[in-house]
């Protein structure tokens, strides 16, 4: 069995993929995905532990079932958790559904959600709630939607203290994950 130490960052990038090409890093969610990476490289007690560094790449037009699928899977096994982009640009995409099937239904991974389009934990909320705005890009994810009732799920705005503050959270992580429902900060 894998050491589950890292975070899993799942993010939406247009299909074929090619970490290396201009309109790879020119989509918003793979921006946000280097953002995190970026904090990182700047402060080594940043506590992002990156999934996709602990197996090789592939490329972009590596076979779907032989090559892609596997390495996901393999790099979501040495996971504690699923951090998820989702925004307004999200698309469901095949590699995406993938992840958050696997991460979630099969793994039982906990989901910390971060929502690009809001930047502070009030902005977030309405009446002590989660907004209608937040909860309608559930939608653009069905397989998210339908299964987050599976696993607890943190729901955060892009704010580097509370993205810092909810990767240390223990409720949060596989080995020590609190009850399956969907939480966030109060203000």
Same mark, same amino acid.
């Given at each position: $069995?894998?050491?589950?130490?890292?975070?899993?960052?799942?993010?939406?990038?247009?299909?074929?993929?090619?970490?290396?090409?201009?309109?790879?890093?020119?989509?918003?969610? *793979?921006?946000?995905?280097?953002?995190?990476?970026?904090?990182?490289?700047?402060?080594? @007690? *940043?506590?992002?532990?990156?999934?996709?560094? +602990?197996?090789?790449?592939?490329?972009?037009?590596?076979?779907?079932?032989?090559?892609?699928?596997?390495?996901?899977?393999?790099?979501?096994?040495?996971?504690?958790?699923?951090?998820?982009?989702?925004? @307004?640009?999200?698309?469901?995409?095949?590699?995406?559904?993938?992840?958050?099937?696997?991460?979630?239904?099969?793994?039982?991974?906990?989901?910390?959600?971060?929502?690009?389009?809001?930047? @502070?934990?009030?902005?977030?909320?309405?009446?002590? @709630?989660?907004?209608?705005?937040?909860?309608?890009?559930?939608? +653009?994810?069905?397989? *998210?939607?339908?299964? $987050?009732?599976?696993?607890?799920?943190?729901?955060?705005?892009?704010?580097?203290?509370?993205?810092?503050?909810?990767?240390?959270?223990?409720?949060? $992580?596989?080995?020590?994950?609190?009850?399956?429902?969907?939480?966030?900060?109060?203000?």
């Amino acid at each position: $069995m894998a050491y589950r130490n890292g975070n899993y960052a799942a993010f939406y990038v247009a299909e074929p993929f090619n970490a290396s090409a201009l309109s790879a890093h020119a989509t918003e969610d *793979f921006c946000y995905y280097n953002l995190l990476r970026a904090w990182k490289s700047k402060d080594a @007690s *940043f506590p992002f532990n990156d999934s996709h560094n +602990k197996t090789y790449n592939v490329r972009d037009n590596s076979a779907w079932e032989t090559t892609l699928k596997p390495r996901l899977r393999e790099r979501i096994r040495s996971s504690k958790n699923i951090v998820l982009f989702l925004s @307004s640009n999200t698309v469901n995409s095949r590699a995406l559904r993938e992840e958050i099937d696997y991460g979630v239904n099969d793994q039982g991974l906990p989901v910390i959600v971060i929502y690009p389009g809001y930047d @502070s934990k009030e902005s977030l909320l309405i009446n002590g @709630s989660l907004r209608q705005s937040v909860k309608n890009l559930w939608d +653009k994810l069905p397989i *998210f939607r339908d299964s $987050m009732y599976r696993v607890p799920t943190l729901h955060i705005p892009l704010k580097k203290e509370i993205i810092e503050d909810s990767l240390k959270e223990s409720d949060f $992580m596989l080995a020590t994950k609190t009850t399956a429902k969907y939480y966030w900060y109060e203000p």
